[in-house]
């Protein structure tokens, strides 16, 4: 076995990382929308703290992480 295939590919990881993050954000929405049809007894405000971390998770930490790991030029 050469010393490359030992080595663990630095791109999945991250792309594992990414997919991990949208992952948890999609639970965090289903999870504050659960909170907003009263199938918890949490306050109101804690579902719609979920379902906004929830929907930054999946639209904008993404982003932020391909740009912060982008291969530089």
Do not use: H
Not at 17 to 46: E, H, S, T, Y
Not at 50 to 60: A, E, P, S, T, Y
């Amino acid at each position: 076995m050469s010393e490359q295939d030992s080595a663990q590919d630095p791109a999945k990881t991250r792309f594992a990382i990414i997919q991990l993050v949208r992952i948890f954000g999609v639970a965090c929405v289903i999870a504050g929308m659960a909170i907003g049809a009263n199938k918890f007894d949490l306050p109101l405000w804690v579902g719609y703290l979920l379902i906004i971390n929830g929907l930054i998770d999946v639209f904008v930490v993404p982003k932020v992480l391909a740009r912060k790991w982008r291969t530089p030029k």
